[in-house]
């Protein structure tokens, strides 16, 4: 019979780990494995915040998928998907047609604008390398308008929706940044603003309370402010309109405000909440025995029932699940039920401060900075080794 054809999708968290736990477990000519992804190359999207607001280069934040993965194991096809045929075991990328035995989809998600009139047109997400190159270059653009224009202090008014961890930690790195702008551009800081706007009567809703005030306190001496309890209800050219039809006016809307599957995931026929599958026990989905789906694309539920919130930790950890399912079932061997371990949440506030809980303990200030750093550090090793750690660790 034929080698068994593995079709990986994407080359984030989930399909990073799933290739190279593969490419180590798999022996010679078991089967053959073929990753997917848009891009030459994987992005580490929980630094995105950083090269977001300028304080750090986008370089940092991207590796070659050459440099992770063993191309004499692994064929990478640098191409992106545009459709995926479960009927027919094939996917269809802009240039071309894989078939599959087994697919893999780690896609990651999309920004979820919950039907909000003007979002998708006007705001900016944090998503991927391109689209923070835009956020960085379009902040700096706004100083330079602003020079030209001084009664235009929209242009320095810079609006993030949603204090989830993405936004938390985005403003933390723009409240850093600021200063530097001003700076370069003569721009005196009191004019600039930083508005969060959260819906939920508390920033970092579901998270430790004394957590959350302190992160604020932190922020709001960076010169943040929080409308907290206060929902975006629509995005225009000119800025957000919120709560009751209140206006702000900002010409840099970066949006927060949550994520949901990809949609070529529902387009393929597959059963979704905003996007995302519920796996059955295996990550597979339901009535596909040869289909795993992983991180931001999978809906996992905890044993109270409640789904866990898609996050890199559990992207990596179902990955390596997965990969393991998929050389057993090439060799007939029982498969491995997915469990989540929580080993905990940290969340940068810009240079040397962050919140966290991990080892069951609570962190905040230096010590939940440098835990961060060790977190990212601890993540370049396991796809990279030392080499890795030493081109892209930040160690200060
Ligand atoms: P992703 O990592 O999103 O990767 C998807 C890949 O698929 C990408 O390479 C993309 O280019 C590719 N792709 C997409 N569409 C196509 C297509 N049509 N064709 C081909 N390729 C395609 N989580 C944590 O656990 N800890 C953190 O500290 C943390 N910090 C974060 C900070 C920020 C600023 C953000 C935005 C998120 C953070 N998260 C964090 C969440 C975490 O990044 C995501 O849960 C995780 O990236 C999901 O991994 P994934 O493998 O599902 O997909
Ligand atoms: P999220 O869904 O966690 O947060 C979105 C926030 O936007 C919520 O607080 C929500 O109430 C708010 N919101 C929604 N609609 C709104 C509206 N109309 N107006 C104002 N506010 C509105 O999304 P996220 O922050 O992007 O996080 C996505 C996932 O990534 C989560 O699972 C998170 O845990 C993970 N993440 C983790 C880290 C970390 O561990 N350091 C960092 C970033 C993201």
Same mark, same amino acid.
């Given at each position: 019979s034929s080698i068994p054809k593995i079709v990986i999708l994407g080359a984030g968290y989930g399909g990073v780990l799933t290739s190279l736990r593969l490419q180590k477990e798999l022996n010679y000519n078991e089967a053959d494995v073929t990753l997917v992804n848009k891009h030459d190359y994987h992005y580490i999207t929980t630094h995105l915040h950083m090269p977001a607001a300028g304080t750090d280069n986008p370089e940092n934040a991207r590796v070659n998928i050459? !440099? %992770?993965? =063993?191309?004499? !194991?692994? =064929?990478?096809?640098?191409?992106?998907?545009?459709?995926?045929?479960?009927? =027919?075991? !094939?996917?269809?990328?802009?240039?071309?047609? %894989?078939?599959?035995?087994? %697919?893999?989809i780690g896609l990651g998600g999309e920004p979820e604008t919950f039907g909000i009139p003007g979002l998708g047109e006007h705001a900016m997400n944090i998503r991927s390398i391109n689209s923070v190159r835009l956020i960085r270059e379009h902040i700096e653009y706004q100083f330079a308008r602003f020079k030209r224009e001084p009664h235009r202090t929209d242009y320095l008014t810079f609006v993030v929706g949603g204090a989830g961890f993405t936004g938390i930690e985005f403003i933390g790195e723009l409240a850093d940044r600021i200063p530097e702008l001003c700076k370069q551009f003569d721009v005196d800081p009191s004019i600039v603003k930083i508005v969060n706007i959260e819906a939920a009567p508390t920033a970092l809703p579901g998270f430790d309370p004394e957590l959350v005030e302190y992160a604020m306190q932190v922020l709001q001496k960076k010169g943040v402010t929080f409308r907290i309890g206060t929902a975006i209800k629509e995005c225009t050219p000119d800025g957000v309109v919120v709560g009751e039809g209140e206006e702000i006016k900002s010409q840099t809307v970066i949006w927060t405000g949550g994520v949901r599957g990809n949609r070529l995931i529902e387009e393929a026929g597959f059963e979704t909440m905003r996007g995302r599958v519920k796996v059955d026990e295996f990550l597979r989905a339901p009535g596909h025995e040869n289909v795993y789906i992983l991180g931001d694309n999978s809906l996992v539920f905890n044993p109270e029932g409640r789904p866990y919130p898609p996050t890199a930790q559990m992207a990596m950890q179902q990955g390596v699940n997965c990969a393991h399912n998929l050389v057993a079932s090439i060799r007939n061997q029982p498969l491995k039920k997915y469990a989540f371990t929580n080993k905990g949440t940290v969340a940068s506030l810009g240079k040397g401060e962050a919140i966290g809980i991990a080892f069951g303990k609570k962190y905040k200030g230096r010590v939940a900075a440098w835990l961060k750093k060790a977190i990212d550090i601890r993540y370049l090793f396991i796809i990279g080794g030392i080499p890795l750690v030493l081109r892209k660790g930040k160690f200060l």
């Amino acid at each position: 019979s034929s080698i068994p054809k593995i079709v990986i999708l994407g080359a984030g968290y989930g399909g990073v780990l799933t290739s190279l736990r593969l490419q180590k477990e798999l022996n010679y000519n078991e089967a053959d494995v073929t990753l997917v992804n848009k891009h030459d190359y994987h992005y580490i999207t929980t630094h995105l915040h950083m090269p977001a607001a300028g304080t750090d280069n986008p370089e940092n934040a991207r590796v070659n998928i050459s !440099k %992770l993965i =063993d191309e004499f !194991k692994i =064929d990478f096809v640098k191409s992106t998907v545009v459709q995926i045929r479960p009927q =027919d075991r !094939k996917v269809i990328l802009e240039d071309g047609t %894989l078939s599959y035995d087994y %697919l893999i989809i780690g896609l990651g998600g999309e920004p979820e604008t919950f039907g909000i009139p003007g979002l998708g047109e006007h705001a900016m997400n944090i998503r991927s390398i391109n689209s923070v190159r835009l956020i960085r270059e379009h902040i700096e653009y706004q100083f330079a308008r602003f020079k030209r224009e001084p009664h235009r202090t929209d242009y320095l008014t810079f609006v993030v929706g949603g204090a989830g961890f993405t936004g938390i930690e985005f403003i933390g790195e723009l409240a850093d940044r600021i200063p530097e702008l001003c700076k370069q551009f003569d721009v005196d800081p009191s004019i600039v603003k930083i508005v969060n706007i959260e819906a939920a009567p508390t920033a970092l809703p579901g998270f430790d309370p004394e957590l959350v005030e302190y992160a604020m306190q932190v922020l709001q001496k960076k010169g943040v402010t929080f409308r907290i309890g206060t929902a975006i209800k629509e995005c225009t050219p000119d800025g957000v309109v919120v709560g009751e039809g209140e206006e702000i006016k900002s010409q840099t809307v970066i949006w927060t405000g949550g994520v949901r599957g990809n949609r070529l995931i529902e387009e393929a026929g597959f059963e979704t909440m905003r996007g995302r599958v519920k796996v059955d026990e295996f990550l597979r989905a339901p009535g596909h025995e040869n289909v795993y789906i992983l991180g931001d694309n999978s809906l996992v539920f905890n044993p109270e029932g409640r789904p866990y919130p898609p996050t890199a930790q559990m992207a990596m950890q179902q990955g390596v699940n997965c990969a393991h399912n998929l050389v057993a079932s090439i060799r007939n061997q029982p498969l491995k039920k997915y469990a989540f371990t929580n080993k905990g949440t940290v969340a940068s506030l810009g240079k040397g401060e962050a919140i966290g809980i991990a080892f069951g303990k609570k962190y905040k200030g230096r010590v939940a900075a440098w835990l961060k750093k060790a977190i990212d550090i601890r993540y370049l090793f396991i796809i990279g080794g030392i080499p890795l750690v030493l081109r892209k660790g930040k160690f200060l």
